[in-house]
């Protein structure tokens, strides 16, 4: 597994639930059908009302019009990222529109799970409110080793929460991979 | 070592006497449940992880429940529909209720209960986060995704980390004018939308248990709405009562060691509490009814697993009976049994349903309905600048339909004041 994450940020605020990262109209789509599968690319945080979209000014949607990736490959965001619902489509998504990392103040606990255990993003944590400190667009690098993410754009780095227990389920690619490696799926 | 009813609980399923908050532990399943919008993909992640002609690890402990997009013209909801069906099938489910059958039931948390399958000691996981609905019984209950479904469906176990237990306790009897979802609204106001992530929340004191079940699942349904991973009442007579009515299966009551330890606790007195709404656009904005009365709206909605059950609608009835409603009132049963119910339950009299068509509410067919939006031709759904008063359990921007709407979670007694003033009016003003 590659170490280094780097990508654009794109910057959201407190309590993005999952009806905002895919809107409850859009469950109908198939997660297995690769034609279908890129409309969750499409719809992925379309919930977000613009004015809060892309943080500090807003206005930005994730997913530009016509598009089915992001052009941002790293969430930054406030306390409790991904509550509500516990739609597996929300990290899913997420993926799929490109994203490879998110690093929020918490997490809700079924979106946390989901992350990890179905290998679609990585999950960090800051206790630093970098959803104030980073402004969408800003060219950032997450170490994985050293848990640390640099913001290019500014030239400044930031500390990241170690994963701690589920770092080996991250690091199998989730857990199916996980459990086969160490002998619990018999 | 002391222990409280959610480490009991974990501890039997994981075959050991005593287990640690914080730990992360392996558990066997008893119940795994499963909807029309997470069970075709947990579906496919189980046929693909463990071969096209695997099993189930133990078929008549899955419960497939359709609920979520049933009365729609939707072709991809239909399809998961046909999904759901093709599983269940080859996997000889015994328990898979059929849309457009008469083994639909409705929605999955009232109908889990309803059908016997929510069993005091036991554990249950589900792929809808409201699955935590099924604490009130004594039991372990909590939402996972759908590739955590799929190892449960190959392997009957799951890990889970040992929560903390946050106890909530609300002394003396009930007011006439408060309900659970008062109750619940009250807490979230004071923790907020994150205060139990990751914890058990334990409810306690003399209110809660002289609350009928329905709404003792109320309070535990709506503990995912602070981030909790359950929410649990101990057992009693009227727990029992339930359980024993629908099954004769065995079960195992456990109970909090006096001496257990909590994160924290919170006491309230009931008496002191008032009817309360959560404000747009999150579940935590708590206002007292009364200070936010007047504010108009443009509808009612009276619904889902936490304000459609037959006690919800006895609730309304007192309001409505002999009224009339002022702005477009939906009526949505969570259950078929509940819809039934409302054609020979009585108030004063009169059925539920005779005294809902009275006052001039709509009364649609039980499922999810527009809780969570659903497609564009869900019944109920918010329309454009939509101001709604709703019985439903979340209002995040957008959640039951229109981002620009926005949505006053309150009780059925509230909804129903609101809707007859067609602006938001303490339940008192009607009672």
């Known amino acids: ?186 | 070592m002391a222990q409280t009813i959610t480490q009991k609980i974990f501890a039997r399923a994981a075959n050991r006497k005593f287990v640690d908050t914080g730990e992360n532990i392996w558990l066997n399943v008893d119940i795994l449940l499963t909807h029309d919008v997470c069970g075709p993909p947990t579906f496919d992640i189980f046929t693909e992880e463990f071969g096209p002609d695997a099993k189930v690890w133990a078929p008549e402990k899955v419960v497939v429940l359709p609920d979520h997009y049933i009365f729609t013209s939707n072709e991809h909801a239909h399809r998961n529909i046909d999904l759901l069906r093709k599983f269940a099938e080859e996997q000889e489910l015994p328990n898979y209720y059929d849309a457009g059958t008469d083994r639909y039931r409705g929605v999955c948390h009232i109908a889990l209960a309803e059908e016997g399958y929510t069993l005091p000691g036991t554990v249950l996981f589900g792929t809808d986060s409201h699955t935590c609905t099924a604490g009130a019984f004594g039991m372990f209950g909590t939402g996972i995704g759908n590739t955590d479904a799929a190892f449960i469906l190959g392997t009957g176990r799951l890990w889970e980390k040992v929560p903390e237990s946050m106890k909530f306790i609300f002394e003396d009897p009930m007011p006439e004018y408060l309900t659970a979802k008062d109750l619940i609204l009250e807490i979230l106001g004071d923790i907020g939308t994150d205060g139990a992530t990751y914890r058990a929340m334990e409810f306690d004191g003399e209110a809660v248990y002289s609350l009928p079940m329905d709404e003792r699942m109320t309070l535990c349904n709506m503990a995912i709405e602070a981030g909790g991973m359950n929410g649990i009442i101990s057992v009693d007579s009227v727990t029992e009562a339930y359980v024993r009515s629908r099954t004769d299966k065995p079960y195992e009551i456990f109970t909090s060691d006096p001496d257990a330890e909590y994160h924290s606790m919170y006491r309230y007195h009931v008496r002191e509490l008032e009817p309360v709404v959560a404000m747009p656009h999150s579940p935590d904005n708590r206002a007292t009814v009364r200070s936010v009365a007047g504010t108009a709206i443009t509808k009612s909605y009276i619904g889902s697993c936490t304000g459609g059950k037959l006690t919800d609608f006895l609730l309304a009835a007192r309001i409505l009976k002999g009224r009339t409603v002022s702005v477009p009132t939906t009526i949505v049963p969570a259950t078929v049994k509940v819809a039934a119910d409302l054609e020979c339950e009585m108030y004063e009299g009169v059925t539920l349903k005779t005294i809902f068509e009275d006052a001039g509410c709509s009364i649609a067919l039980p499922s999810c309905a527009a809780c969570l939006g659903g497609p564009a031709d869900t019944v109920g759904r918010s329309v454009d600048y939509d101001v709604v008063v709703s019985t439903t359990n979340r209002n995040f921007p957008g959640r039951m339909g229109s981002k620009k709407a926005g949505v006053y979670l309150a009780s059925p007694l509230t909804a129903a004041a609101s809707a007859v003033k067609g602006k938001l009016t303490d339940p008192r003003d009607l009672l």
């Open chain 1, 1 to 186: 597994m590659e170490n280094i994450i780097q990508g654009k940020a794109y910057v959201l605020g407190r309590n993005i639930d999952t009806d905002q990262i895919i809107p409850a109209e859009h469950l109908v789509y198939s997660l297995s059908d690769p034609e279908e599968v890129r409309l969750y690319g499409k719809y992925a945080l379309s919930g977000v009302p613009i004015e809060q979209a892309g943080l500090p000014e807003g206005g930005i949607p994730f997913v530009e019009e016509g598009n089915f990736t992001s052009a941002y490959t790293i969430i930054i965001a406030g306390p409790n990222f991904g509550c509500g619902s516990s739609r597996e489509h929300a990290p899913f998504a997420l993926k799929v529109a490109g994203a490879r990392a998110i690093i929020a103040e918490s997490y809700a606990r079924i979106f946390y799970r989901n992350c990890v255990d179905g290998g679609f993003v990585i999950p960090y944590e800051s206790s630093q409110q970098l959803s104030k400190m980073i402004l969408t667009g800003d060219e950032l690098l997450i170490d994985m080793d050293a848990s640390t993410v640099t913001n290019l754009t500014q030239n400044t780095t930031h500390p990241l929460k170690p994963l701690g227990d589920v770092v080996n389920i991250v690091q199998a690619g989730g857990i199916f991979e996980y459990a086969r490696k160490n002998n619990l799926m018999a």
